[in-house]
């Protein structure tokens, strides 16, 4: 076992522009790399996963050469480097930005480099607060509206954005259970 496995990093990850706040508290390896953690965001937070993403950490962006058809984007390839490089010590932050059109912004904290519990299986949310916003809504403005409109039948988007999700959204919704079930499936 690698000397980055061996530390767990405790992360709160919290959507900015949002409030109340949409955060989760998550307990990661310290050599996962930025591409898995990409993958282990969306989860958490219940993004779908189906557009354009960067990490900003210390200067630097990280991304998805994948997703880098045409050579534009200017960024270190995420697959390369693991949480322990880019955000070795506590209380270090980043960024992550999901979907470059609603400009989802994620603060990364280590709030906590602890040992590994061999009893215990990772990646693992261990708390976090409120439903993420749906896909595709417009961002913090358009999710704020979104909100509005779904609590006031007398907006003329009500009837609309109901139908659009499905006929209800809980924006206190969580379900830790459902995120680690999730996890564990990744």
């Known amino acids: 076992m690698s000397k980055q496995s061996e ?3 405790q992360l709160k990850i919290t ?3 949002i409030k109340p706040p949409v955060w989760r508290r998550v307990l990661v390896p310290g050599d996962t790399t930025l591409e898995e953690l990409h993958h282990i965001l969306l989860t958490i ?3 779908d996963g189906y ?3 960067e990490f900003s950490i210390s200067g630097t962006s990280y991304g998805s050469r994948e997703q880098d ?3 534009e984007l200017d960024f270190e390839d995420e697959a390369d480097f ?3 490089q880019v955000l070795p010590a506590e209380k270090l932050k980043g960024s992550y930005t999901y979907d470059f059109g609603d400009d ?3 603060e990364i904290l280590v709030e906590k480099i602890l040992p590994r519990d061999e009893n215990m299986r990772y990646p693992l949310c261990v708390t976090g607060k409120r439903a993420c916003p749906p896909e595709d809504i417009g961002g913090p403005p358009g999710y704020q509206f979104f909100l509005e409109a779904i609590h006031d039948p007398a907006n003329e988007e009500h009837e609309r954005y109901l139908e659009w999700i ?3 959204f809980d924006p206190e919704a969580f379900d830790l259970n459902d995120i680690n079930d999730q996890l564990h499936q990744l």
């Open 7 to 9: 530390k767990i990093y």
């Open 15 to 17: 959507l900015s522009y």
């Open 45 to 47: 937070m219940g993004w």
């Open 51 to 53: 557009h354009l993403h």
């Open 69 to 71: 058809t045409w050579g």
């Open 82 to 84: 693991t949480l322990a």
């Open 104 to 106: 989802w912004r994620h």
């Open 166 to 168: 499905g006929g209800a």
